[in-house]
């Protein structure tokens, strides 16, 4: 008898679910099959009264159909819910797509890439080195002497030497003598790559360079270098006069003259800077080029013996040249730009015109 009403209770409130269209709908139907007043609930009450027989049997179907009714419901409120979801969620294919904004190369990237296929175009090979360079390449081995301003930490950032904690990580090995820098130009690598190969070669060398001065719009603390060797038996000045007259008209996409003028540099011997005719008025005059019609470009020379000697070439064995510049300062004049330091301001107004 009670076990018939379970059942039929059961078929009731399976019929109500599958009828069920709503949310509002469910909830009712679980506060009348199984809510406190429900009849359900009432049935199970009134277990208490009955033979340990009956107890034995009706108690567990009871308990059994509770759940499956819960059950139920619950699985008509998922359907209901994700149909809801297909409704309100509808894509809508035709709708103009959000664009993804491509990315593009910084403006030094696109001049240094430049740069490398017009010297790699003319034979010239690119050579790396560490941008933490010791004071013996950094200085020593470019003949730059003991007593020389740029050793100062006023213009070149030192590095703290090792202390013993690290020295013992570093598993006691020895530590070199020399005093670490943050290389204050690209000329090291020259003497690195000397130091490892034998003439003849022709070598360019960008990258990175640190130097501790005070910024303005045209010094920045970090800016990229740019060098250029080239070694052999008879290699002269005159060599070098047509590589930088062939590079910067190729650069400017214009024919250029190039001139030298007498200079001093530690690694270099006899040293010049050079200049460019003027890539705005052709050489007339104008207030680019303070109506001189030249433009400074950059530091060259012969390269100094005492520099061959010290990375194991024979004095007076070789000849050869060695150039370089600044990377920025071809990208301002390239896109008259008249502040170095947006370069590396992060400041995308600046970045996303390129
Ligand atoms: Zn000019």
Redesign the pocket.
């Known amino acids: 008898m009670l076990e018939q009403k379970i059942l039929n209770i059961k078929t009731r409130a399976t019929g109500d679910i599958k009828k069920s269209q709503s949310e509002k709908g469910l909830f009712d139907l679980r506060v009348k099959y199984l809510g406190r007043k429900s009849e359900f609930n009432k049935i199970l009450k009134s277990l208490k009264n009955l033979s340990l027989e009956e107890k034995k049997k009706i108690g567990p179907l009871a308990n059994a159909v509770k759940k499956e009714i819960g059950e139920e419901i619950k699985n008509a409120e998922k359907i209901i819910k994700s149909k809801i979801n297909l409704e309100t969620e509808k894509i809508d294919v035709t709708a103009p797509g959000k664009k993804i904004k491509r990315g593009h190369l910084h403006p030094l990237t696109i001049v240094q890439n430049e740069i490398e296929d017009i010297f790699t175009s003319m034979g010239f090979e690119i050579a790396d080195g560490p941008e933490v360079e010791t004071e013996f390449y950094a200085f020593d081995a470019l003949n730059i002497p003991k007593n020389h301003p740029a050793r100062d930490a006023w213009d070149t950032f030192w590095l703290k030497p090792m202390n013993n904690e690290q020295r013992t990580m570093n598993n006691n090995k020895p530590v070199a003598s020399d005093r670490l820098a943050l290389r204050p130009h690209t000329s090291p690598v020259q003497a690195r790559y000397m130091r490892k190969h034998k003439p003849p070669f022709r070598i360019i060398a960008p990258g990175r360079c640190f130097r501790n001065e005070a910024t303005d719009s045209s010094h920045e603390h970090t800016f990229n270098q740019f060098e250029a060797l080239v070694v052999g038996d008879d290699i002269n000045a005159g060599h070098f006069k047509y590589v930088g007259q062939e590079f910067f008209s190729r650069f400017f996409k214009k024919e250029l003259k190039v001139r030298l003028r007498p200079s001093f540099f530690p690694f270099t011997e006899p040293s010049f800077e050079f200049d460019i005719s003027?890539?705005?008025?052709?050489?007339?005059?104008?207030?680019?080029?303070s109506?001189?019609?030249w433009?400074e470009i950059g530091g060259a020379g012969m390269v100094n013996q005492t520099v061959f000697e010290a990375v194991g070439y024979p004095r007076n064995r070789y000849q050869g040249f060695a150039w370089g510049f600044g990377v920025e300062r071809l990208a301002m004049m390239r896109y008259k730009i008249d502040d170095i330091r947006l370069f590396y301001s992060g400041d995308l107004r600046f970045i996303d015109q390129f």
Do not use: A, R
Not at 278 to 289: D, N, P
């Open positions: 003027c890539v705005v008025c052709g050489g007339k005059g104008c207030s680019i080029c109506q001189t019609g433009l």
